[in-house]
């Protein structure tokens, strides 16, 4: 949602006019809209997309949902989970103790329930899911591709484990050593395709020990968002995706190192910390 | 004794209450008042407490201050150790997770929730979706319910009701769905919604899994709860009005929240509301 998504190969996506895309995850925000907001999704199996309740709805995800642009099969966590889980243990299948009774069992119609060849009782079971391409932003990498992820995970182990390819950026790029000194890897460089550096590559999401969640530039994107897929396109992908050439040409846009001190200064102290969450009044 | 405090103070001390000691409880994300209430429980109410934090899956977390999404490394804080989703989720489905707490846009007289889309047959309003929600519903062993939004003004003579007959979706699962089919006959481990607290009282479900009115706050009345209701809910014997929480419990939550992030929850009228002791 708001820490480490993948922003600068998503915005590198976008800009290289990449369409069609089956998006698959679990609680995302700014990652996916964007996506949307550039009409690059055509379904989405993600089990979130919004802002929580502090700007709400996902505007330009929900239009593309509601306009019939982007085909919904909306997922579960823990469905997603086992899914992926079956796919890493190369089986056919996953059981899973709930969503029976829910209109999620309905709206998949991969979902079968069987019977327990020891108990008898139903159980349902999900087909495996590997996706064709997981993309992670982490804080740092080695030169053989080894991924170290600060901070809570998530789902992205998961993912790095059973998708065909694994697209990275990192922070930092360091050597083996230095890796290990930072307390080593959790991606094996086997299940890496692709590394790229890219300081601030999750901007305006946090990749914290580096930089807090941009919530002012999160902001900024609400208000073009929520005018209309027109505007938004005007207003922020043309200045902040299209025109931005390179990775360095959009931090110089969200205003350099000005920005990048800005999001950095809540380590200085929890006041430094709460300052950048105040509402601009 | 209570003492002066906001709409979503109380809020916060309702949703504490339903704690018990001894037990894994987990809040998920986009829900600051639920966070909240189980730092005020863990502290006040239910020492004990294993507090599982949201989208970061730290255990037993002392964040400085709540900050305004949940992932954010601030909530994480001093954690004593972690799970990792996979983990937690296994330890929903095996009926380890002690309570869960559940929203939605529509809640119905079943407790089934939905936060996937309005619009039965046709699409009205995509919502963001229900993250773990459908799993947890299932086989967390209880769930509290709440909605901050149960007061519903009509908009140009229309309401748009939280409390619903009937869920356009069911992303959540309550005591029974449209078909009839209860949690028994699905064999779920988990015992299903027991509580919703509102914005306007507190309630159960009775033996029939049907939403109850069980308490009032100070400022609310019977006739708020029907007038915002899609249908009649049922009522207990005795309704009662519920206390204000205590000093300690409000210190607790000023010092946590001085951002105020809980009452984004609740309905811009709502925010400022004072309720006197």
Redesign the interface.
């Known amino acids: 949602?708001?820490?480490r998504e993948p922003m600068a190969l998503i915005r590198s996506i976008i800009r290289n006019r990449v369409n069609g895309l089956t998006v698959v995850g679990?609680?995302h925000g700014i990652d996916i809209d964007l996506l949307c907001g550039a009409n690059a999704v055509s379904a989405s199996q993600?089990?979130?997309?919004?802002f929580?309740?502090?700007f709400g709805?996902?505007h330009n995800?929900?239009r593309g949902?509601?306009s019939g642009e982007i085909e919904?099969q909306?997922n579960?966590?823990?469905?997603l989970?086992q899914q992926l889980?079956a796919s890493i243990q190369g089986l056919p299948f996953m059981p899973?103790?709930?969503?029976?009774?829910?209109?999620?069992e309905k709206d998949h119609p991969s979902y079968k329930t069987i019977q327990s060849p020891y108990s008898g009782?139903?159980i349902l079971v999900v087909p495996p899911l590997t996706p064709d391409v997981a993309i992670i932003h982490a804080q740092y990498a080695d030169l053989h591709g080894n991924l170290r992820i600060e901070?809570?995970?998530?789902?992205d182990?998961?993912f790095a484990q059973a998708s065909r390819t694994v697209l990275a950026t990192v922070e930092k790029i360091v050597t083996n050593e230095e890796l290990k000194r930072l307390g080593g890897a959790n991606i094996p460089y086997f299940y890496v395709s692709y590394i790229a550096e890219a300081p601030m590559g999750a901007h305006p999401t946090?990749c914290?020990?580096f930089y807090?969640?941009d919530?002012e530039h999160t902001e900024l994107y609400m208000s073009a968002a929520k005018e209309g897929s027109t505007a938004f396109k005007k207003k922020y992908l043309k200045d902040f995706v299209y025109e931005c050439e390179s990775h360095e040409e959009y931090l110089h846009r969200i205003g350099g190192e000005d920005t990048r001190a800005r999001l950095s200064s809540w380590k200085e102290s929890?006041d430094a910390?709460?300052e950048l969450?105040?509402e601009s009044t | 004794m209570g003492k002066n405090c906001t709409l979503g103070e109380l809020l916060i001390d309702q949703l504490a209450r339903t704690v018990e000691d001894d037990t894994l409880v987990f809040h998920g994300?986009?829900?600051?008042l639920v966070q909240i209430a189980l730092h005020v429980a863990k502290r006040v109410y239910t020492p004990n407490l294993v507090l599982v934090a949201g989208?970061?899956?730290?255990v037993n977390p002392d964040p400085?201050?709540i900050?305004?999404?949940?992932?954010?490394?601030?909530h994480?804080r001093n954690s004593e150790c972690?799970l990792?989703?996979?983990e937690l989720?296994d330890l929903?489905?095996s009926g380890r997770l002690g309570r869960m707490f559940l929203s939605g846009l529509q809640i119905d007289r079943w407790g089934n929730t939905n936060v996937?889309?309005l619009g039965r047959k046709t699409?009205k309003?995509?919502?963001?979706?229900?993250?773990?929600?459908?799993?947890?519903?299932?086989?967390a062993k209880n769930i509290t319910l709440w909605t901050a939004a149960h007061r519903s003004e009509p908009v140009k003579g229309k309401r748009r009701y939280r409390i619903v007959s009937q869920c356009d979706?069911?992303?959540?699962?309550g005591h029974k769905?449209a078909d009839g089919?209860t949690?028994r006959q699905?064999?779920?481990?988990g015992n299903g919604p027991q509580c919703l607290v509102t914005d306007l009282g507190v309630f159960d479900f009775d033996q029939d899994g049907h939403l109850q009115l069980n308490a009032l706050y100070p400022h609310t009345t019977v006739d708020d709860v029907l007038e915002n209701t899609e249908f009649e809910p049922r009522m207990k014997k005795e309704v009662k009005t519920v206390s204000l929480p205590s000093l300690e419990v409000l210190s607790i939550i000023r010092k946590l929240d001085?951002?105020r992030?809980h009452e984004?929850?609740l309905l811009p009228g709502d925010r400022s509301l004072t309720l006197e002791a």
């Open positions: 949602m708001s820490s679990s609680a993600e089990s979130y997309v919004g929580e309740q502090d709805m996902a995800y929900r949902c509601e919904i909306d579960c966590c823990y469905t989970v889980r899973i103790q709930s969503v029976r009774g829910t209109d999620f009782e139903d901070g809570p995970p998530v789902v182990l998961l946090a914290y020990p807090a969640y919530r929890t910390w709460m969450y105040k | 994300f986009g829900s600051p989208a970061t899956y730290g400085p201050f900050a305004p999404t949940t992932n954010d490394w601030v994480d972690h990792s989703i996979g989720f929903s489905a996937t889309q699409l309003l995509k919502l963001p979706g229900g993250g773990g929600a459908c799993n947890l519903s299932c086989n979706y069911v992303t959540g699962f769905n089919i949690r699905l064999g779920y481990r001085p951002l992030i984004k929850e």
